[in-house]
């Protein structure tokens, strides 16, 4: 048998964070018809967040969340956990979709990502928080030089990076396609652990807040009810409140706009086994510092260390989107996709030849065609979104639920009058261009990566169009 089948064989297929030793017990669903100021559909990080925010912007707010499994079983529990401050997915991106508000956005994201901290610190929950910064590695001499010329303009820029040459990054953590780094360590930016931090802001909102969670429950319809209130027909009963918070990201929703800004991507993870001192010294990660890399590829991985020294890795070749936007949970164990993982985790640490792996899982990122969040409002300010967040997410959350709630009425500033909350995101193309589509730029961005990052025809044509993934 293959060393990459192999090291797979033992992987139980759930997500790393869902252990089941830490797991909280699953909230009662709804059985009854309930009313309340507030309804939040779904229990990610934006449900949970928006909760957070309406109570410390309304103290007595009577808030109830709905799950239609449990909190955490989203992408927020299953992600990987990389905390970064920009709200729009990047520099590049911000300056492309919304220009002339980079600044603004950025003293935005900043302020969020310090609240975003505090509101652990106060309540003391455990998220497993390490500012660790961002490191981001080029796999071939052509990108390293392209890399380098960033390196310069962010130097010139005056921003906090360090680069490290082929030799230096081989010792902060060594693999032999590493030919130079960036290490963007200003900020608050890091890793987590997103399960622990879903299930401290639900406990934090339940036990001290008052905050009604109802897990297990679905939500079939929401619709107006007269002239100032809202209906939501659920599984298991009837919710009528004065005002909806939608945060359902990349699962498929009842509301028109909201499902076409979004197209769910799915994204694959495995994890290690710890490793133990002997392997850490093979690979050197950890001994200097405890990076969370990237590679500076379009079809990029991501990895980092845990607490206790395992690796998580995703991303890379195995992303997928399935035709007529497939959410079907048959999509979540493809074992044709950990394969692809595991074999492209040997590329990059072939000195990690005994290594095992523990976990395999799947996720759903939901994707918008501006590549950051979209927020919305319906029903004269009776129902709002943040959806779309793009794989950039466990930031930029809390910052979209407070847009929500803002645009709900919620203590609103001059926030929901910038362009990145009026300008209307694009809608996906029908089927069947919208897989062709992805299908085209997938490959395109696959061509682009052996060619040293060179972006093709159609690349340019997308890039014309605004539409070109650059982060
Ligand atoms: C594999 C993977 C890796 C990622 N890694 C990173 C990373 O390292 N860093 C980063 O910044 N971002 C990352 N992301 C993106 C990030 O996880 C998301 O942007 C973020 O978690 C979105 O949070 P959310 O609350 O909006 O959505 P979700 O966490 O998906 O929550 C939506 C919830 O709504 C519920 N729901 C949907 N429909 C209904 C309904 N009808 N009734 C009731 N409930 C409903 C769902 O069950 C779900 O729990 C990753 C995503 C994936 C999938």
Same mark, same amino acid.
């Given at each position: 048998?293959?060393?990459?089948?192999?090291? *797979?064989? @033992?992987?139980?297929?759930?997500?790393?964070?869902?252990?089941?030793?830490?797991?909280? +017990?699953?909230?009662?669903?709804?059985?009854? $018809?309930?009313? $309340?100021?507030?309804?939040?559909?779904?229990?990610?990080?934006?449900?949970?967040?928006? =909760? /957070?925010? =309406?109570?410390?912007?309304?103290?007595?707010?009577?808030?109830?969340?709905?799950?239609?499994? %449990?909190?955490?079983?989203?992408?927020?529990?299953? #992600?990987?956990?990389?905390?970064?401050?920009?709200?729009?997915?990047?520099?590049?991106? /911000?300056?492309?979709?919304?220009?002339?508000?980079?600044?603004?956005?950025? +003293?935005?994201?900043?302020?969020?990502?310090?609240?975003?901290?505090?509101?652990?610190?106060?309540?003391?929950?455990?998220?497993?928080? +390490?500012?660790?910064?961002?490191?981001?590695?080029?796999?071939?001499?052509?990108?390293?030089?392209?890399?380098?010329?960033?390196?310069?303009?962010?130097?010139?820029?005056?921003?906090?990076?360090?680069?490290?040459?082929?030799?230096?990054?081989?010792?902060?953590?060594?693999?032999?396609?590493?030919?130079?780094?960036?290490?963007?360590?200003?900020?608050?930016?890091?890793?987590?652990?997103?399960?622990?931090? #879903?299930?401290?802001?639900?406990?934090?909102?339940?036990?001290?807040?008052?905050?009604?969670?109802?897990?297990?429950?679905?939500?079939?319809?929401?619709?107006?009810?007269?002239?100032?209130?809202?209906?939501?027909? $659920?599984?298991?009963?009837?919710?009528?409140?004065?005002?909806?918070?939608?945060?359902?990201?990349?699962?498929?929703?009842?509301?028109?706009?909201?499902?076409?800004?979004? *197209?769910?991507?799915? @994204?694959?993870?495995?994890?290690?086994?710890?490793?133990?001192?002997?392997? *850490?010294?093979?690979?050197?990660?950890?001994?200097?510092?405890?990076? =969370? *890399?990237?590679? %500076?590829?379009?079809?990029?991985?991501?990895? &980092?260390?845990?607490?206790?020294?395992?690796?998580?890795?995703?991303?890379?070749?195995?992303? &997928?989107?399935?035709?007529?936007?497939?959410?079907?949970?048959?999509?979540?164990?493809? +074992?044709?996709?950990?394969?692809?993982?595991?074999?492209?985790? %040997?590329?990059?640490?072939?000195?990690?030849?005994?290594?095992?792996?523990?976990?395999?899982?799947?996720?759903?990122?939901?994707?918008?065609?501006?590549?950051? /969040?979209?927020?919305?409002?319906?029903?004269?300010?009776? /129902?709002?979104?943040?959806?779309?967040?793009?794989?950039?997410?466990?930031?930029?959350?809390?910052?979209?639920?407070?847009?929500?709630?803002?645009?709900?009425?919620?203590?609103?500033?001059?926030?929901?009058?910038?362009?990145?909350?009026?300008?209307?995101?694009?809608?996906?193309?029908?089927?069947?261009?919208?897989?062709?589509?992805?299908?085209?730029?997938?490959? =395109?961005?696959?061509?682009?990566?052996?060619?040293?990052?060179?972006?093709?025809?159609?690349?340019?044509?997308?890039?014309?169009?605004?539409?070109?993934?650059? $982060?």
């Amino acid at each position: 048998m293959q060393k990459h089948l192999i090291a *797979l064989k @033992d992987a139980i297929p759930r997500p790393l964070w869902h252990d089941p030793e830490i797991m909280p +017990e699953q909230l009662p669903p709804l059985e009854s $018809c309930e009313t $309340c100021e507030l309804l939040i559909v779904g229990g990610g990080f934006t449900g949970l967040w928006a =909760a /957070m925010q =309406a109570k410390e912007r309304k103290p007595d707010i009577d808030i109830i969340i709905i799950e239609q499994t %449990f909190v955490g079983d989203g992408a927020s529990g299953r #992600c990987g956990g990389f905390l970064n401050t920009s709200v729009a997915h990047g520099e590049t991106n /911000m300056e492309a979709q919304f220009p002339g508000e980079a600044e603004q956005l950025h +003293e935005l994201g900043t302020q969020n990502m310090k609240e975003f901290i505090e509101t652990l610190e106060r309540y003391n929950i455990d998220a497993r928080y +390490e500012q660790t910064g961002e490191t981001e590695v080029a796999l071939d001499p052509e990108s390293a030089l392209r890399q380098y010329d960033n390196y310069l303009s962010l130097k010139e820029e005056g921003e906090d990076v360090v680069w490290f040459d082929k030799d230096a990054i081989r010792e902060q953590v060594n693999s032999p396609t590493f030919y130079s780094a960036i290490w963007y360590r200003d900020g608050q930016d890091g890793v987590i652990d997103p399960a622990r931090l #879903c299930w401290g802001l639900k406990d934090v909102l339940v036990n001290q807040l008052g905050v009604r969670i109802y897990e297990g429950t679905k939500l079939i319809k929401v619709k107006p009810l007269g002239t100032d209130r809202m209906r939501a027909s $659920c599984e298991g009963g009837v919710i009528n409140s004065d005002k909806v918070l939608m945060a359902t990201n990349a699962f498929t929703s009842s509301i028109g706009k909201i499902r076409r800004s979004v *197209l769910p991507v799915w @994204d694959y993870q495995i994890s290690t086994e710890p490793l133990t001192d002997e392997q *850490l010294d093979k690979i050197g990660w950890g001994k200097v510092s405890r990076h =969370a *890399l990237g590679d %500076f590829t379009n079809m990029f991985h991501y990895f &980092r260390l845990t607490k206790d020294n395992r690796i998580t890795w995703g991303g890379g070749g195995a992303v &997928r989107y399935y035709f007529n936007n497939g959410i079907d949970m048959k999509y979540m164990n493809a +074992e044709k996709r950990y394969e692809q993982l595991a074999k492209e985790f %040997f590329q990059m640490f072939p000195q990690l030849d005994d290594i095992k792996f523990s976990n395999k899982w799947g996720g759903i990122i939901a994707s918008s065609t501006r590549f950051c /969040m979209v927020p919305g409002v319906a029903f004269d300010g009776r /129902m709002a979104w943040s959806v779309g967040y793009t794989g950039h997410g466990v930031g930029a959350t809390r910052f979209g639920a407070r847009i929500g709630l803002e645009l709900l009425g919620y203590d609103p500033t001059d926030v929901i009058n910038m362009q990145f909350v009026t300008k209307k995101s694009l809608p996906w193309a029908p089927e069947p261009f919208r897989w062709l589509g992805v299908r085209l730029t997938q490959m =395109a961005l696959v061509r682009a990566d052996k060619n040293g990052g060179k972006r093709g025809l159609w690349l340019q044509f997308l890039d014309k169009l605004g539409l070109g993934f650059t $982060c």
